[in-house]
């Protein structure tokens, strides 16, 4: 598998997961993991993936915060992280898009999630894998794959920039308030995170070219230079692994999202 790819198959993970360099994350809830998750696979709660500074939310962590995650983990320079959930990859791609922050570029979500694994015959355990041993991995944010605030308000009325808006249409439109201001960032486009995901193919993403073309009819092309957000950038995180893995080299997500955008006083809105 190379390393540019951004999502793993079941049968792919099934012939790797014995693999040393493998490690597995579980982004279900806990009680789901309890029950059933992917052998060996380790639970990461979503709450410590990210920051809270209210009212935004979805920060990116801490770098002492992150890495001591990583490293309880055991994960080193050389692990392949695969991450997983059981809603179609929001939780495991924001995780996904985190590790690239970082640094780490070795990590790909599982297509579907847990939904395409237990409903295609693959093994199941309730067996809490031991804990591996710390590797002391330290980890710094780059400015990589990230748009800020003011990026986004410097760059408002340039045609080289499109903004992805993966809410609901009832948020996108203003009707659904989440913030003091309702609404949009001006000139967003909306994609809901959903579109491009095959329900009758276990929450798999969809083909490649069904999506390309649901994004040119929508005028966010290749050639663009895409700013990815949501209420939190949790939801958006799917729609930036999506268009890394159709190949668009300029995606950033927008930690905080409309939790900052929608409670900052100077920030202009459009519904």
Known sequence: MSQASYFIEPDQLETLRNNENIVIVDLCKAKQYAQAHIPGAHFVNYMD????????????????????????????????????????????????WTLHVFGHETAVVLNGGLHSWANEGHQLSNTVPEKPEPSNYSLKKTHHHTATRAFIQTHLDDENVVFLDARTPA?????????????????????????????NNNLRRLPEEVIQQQLDQLGISKDKEVVCYCQSHHRSAYSWLVLKSLGYENVLGYPGSWSEWGNHPDTPVEK
């Open 49 to 96: 993936i990210v920051k809270i500074d209210k009212p935004v939310m979805g920060l990116l962590p801490d770098n002492e915060v992150f890495s001591a995650l990583l490293s309880g983990l055991g994960v080193n320079k050389k692990s392949l992280i695969v991450a997983y959930d059981d809603e179609g990859g929001g939780c495991a791609a924001r995780f996904v």
């Open 171 to 199: 948020e996108y439109n203003g009707e659904k308030i989440y913030a003091n201001k309702a609404g949009h960032i001006p000139g967003a486009i909306h994609y809901e995170w959903t579109t491009s995901m095959n329900p």
